[in-house]
């Protein structure tokens, strides 16, 4: 009953007038820039995240709700029109999609992906709503020991997990970690690591970060390496709706695509890929048609766009209940809350409970919105794919470097945002993920302060970690996701050695 009463005042908050209307230009700005090509979610989000610095918190994160939703909506657009993912999550969606489109269904596909969406989206609201308090009532006996745990499991989540080799994601961390301890010691008020340039005092702008790596970094990658031969924009032919048929092959698939999403975007390092590729496979197994697939096969739209929408809500429930991003977008959510001094997590829930359930109602709402904007415009969002690259590429650019310069209106934080633009294009360049970057950044002050409290507590005693059953548990859980992957490879490779005739080492 708690919780439905805490929901309705979330609704009371998100259907003001002016939160209403945050959430539309929320939903309408993700579609318009997560619809351009090469543009993923997490671009999109740190592209917009100046946008949003002259608001009111809880306006403003329903506005980001929105945007975030409104790109991954964007991103199923340029896969099925352009064959172009906008992330790894959407490659599923261009494999059928595309093909889809090239055969005549381009509109049967967009309708698909947008119903399969919405669907996704409200089940997944429904079950953060319910799953939200229960984890919030474990995670609020929480100690400092308990926090620098979870900060740890992090750590490990987005350095080891996200990236293509462990090297290189703890290089990412230990980076993000050494700019955020740029500025002046909270406890000892000594300054650190400021070269003796007055402003570093007060250290580096999340944002001003967040936008260098994605947006800069990603754009100088994008215009460099990618996209050099011409993109064709596949028509949309006849009706954009469904038939009878296309919906009864398709919503069996959304509700699966749902219930893989949401638990697995919720786990550690889950993400958006393993969802869609997982729904992918079970459709393609399950399907009574499985000769379609590799030729326009509906269920491989479907299931995918709706695994992905689920998982994205599932990263936002760990991201609000216990602070712990998933996903190299929910790193940039957390900037978000980060730059009104917000620190997403169980006592978020209890200081700010109109902010969080407002917010929490604004994702119910987002959905229909998204659902009443991108059919009808459909047309709309087509032409945006015929942008020139190079105008496109420049508009990024331009709007980045003006929204950086708007926060406190300081040259300082154009040359900073340019000179890690510059270091997130070598990160690109290199496969190093830019991820823990972020989270290094945003939880390594937060990391320290709770290991200070902690040892604090302890006289010093490290065994606090281990003596605590929910720290010993996280930890546990943070050596298991590291040991688990090199394990399995080494399965793998033994069992590839044995298939090959090769005695085993």
Known sequence: MDTLSSLMSGFAVALTMQNLLLG???????????????????????????????????????????????????????????????ESATIVTALEGNMM????????????????SFVAGTLSVAMLTVVAPMVVSVALQFGPAEYFSVMVLAFVTVSTLLGSSMARGLASLFFGLWIGLIGIDGQTGQSRYTMGIPELLDGI?????????????????????????ADRVEPIKGSVWMSKSDWARS???????????FPLGAMPAGGSEIPTFLSYAAEKKLSRHPEEFGKGAIEGVAGPEAANNASSTGTLAMLLTIGLPTSATAAIVLAAFQQYGLQPGPLLFETQPLLVWGLIASMYIGNVLLLVLNLPLVGLWVRLLSIPRPLLYGGILVFATLGAYGIRNSWFDLLLLYIIGLIGFLMRRYDIPVAPTIVGMILGP?????????????QGDLSIFVTKPISASVLALTVLLVVAPMLWK???????????????A
């Open 24 to 86: 539309f230009i929320g939903v309408t700005l993700g579609t318009l820039v997560g619809v351009l090509p090469g543009v993923g979610p997490a671009l999109t989000v740190a592209l917009l995240l100046p946008a949003t610095s002259g608001f009111d918190p809880t306006g403003a994160l329903i506005m980001f709700a929105g945007i975030y939703y409104g790109a991954m909506y964007g991103g199923s657009t340029t896969s099925i029109l352009l064959n172009t993912p906008g």
């Open 101 to 116: 489109a090239k055969s005549g269904r381009g509109g049967p596909a967009l309708s698909t992906a947008a119903v399969g």
């Open 205 to 229: 702008d999340v944002v001003v970060a967040a936008v260098g790596l994605f947006a800069i970094g990603e754009t100088l990658y994008l215009a460099t390496y990618l996209n050099r031969n």
């Open 251 to 261: 919503w069996k698939p959304w509700l699966r695509g749902t219930f893989l999403g």
């Open 446 to 458: 937060v990391a320290e302060q709770q290991l200070r409290r902690a040892l604090s507590i302890s």
């Open 490 to 504: 080494r399965h793998a490779r033994r069992r590839a050695a044995l298939a090959a005739g090769i005695p085993a």
